[in-house]
């Protein structure tokens, strides 16, 4: 499969569960379900080394992540797409997803599908930061990954 344009994926990191169509269509989905479908993004599938990296110099926390993203675009879209760079960088904990998968009992594609779709959610105004905005993020969060034909999963979940 074709990425479409505007949208990067880079492995940072491998073996890795999921491919670079895998991820686009986990970005595509939660996009459209976000209302902000076509936005340029760039995903990185990064290892531990990298989100230990960028938790301590952006959130000063030295330990492993799951998901940390960055908005780079503008509110006015037909500039972003003009300009032909991403709106948003998206950094994705392949290692961090295996381990939780393994402590949860999922497959990792799953896992690690369910941080694309997190972090992407986010970017389209999604917060999980009260429990009444992580319980509409949960719900979202459960939308695409049906979508997209994972296996439910309603065991409690931390992200």
């Known amino acids: 499969m074709s990425l479409r344009a505007g949208l990067e994926v880079h492995l940072q990191t491998s073996p890795c569960p999921l491919g670079a169509d895998d991820v686009g269509r986990a970005v595509d989905a939660a996009l459209d379900h976000g209302r902000r479908p076509g936005l340029a993004v760039s995903v990185v599938l990064a290892d531990d080394a990298l989100m230990i990296e960028l938790h301590a110099e952006h959130l ?45 009992g999922v497959r990792e594609e799953r896992e690690l599908a369910l941080y694309v779709v ?3 959610l986010h970017l389209c105004g999604f917060d999980d930061h009260t429990d009444e905005d992580a319980a509409a993020m949960r ?5 695409v990954m049906d979508a997209l034909g994972y296996e439910p999963d309603d065991a409690p979940h931390h992200m």
């Open 139 to 143: 719900v979202a969060e459960r939308a």
């Open 118 to 120: 997190h972090d992407v």
């Open 60 to 104: 000063d926390d030295p330990t492993p992540t799951d998901v940390i993203s960055f908005d780079l675009g503008d509110e006015d879209l037909q500039l972003e797409e003009a300009s032909g760079a991403p709106a948003a960088e998206l950094f994705v904990g392949v290692e961090h997803a295996r381990r939780v998968a393994a402590e949860r």
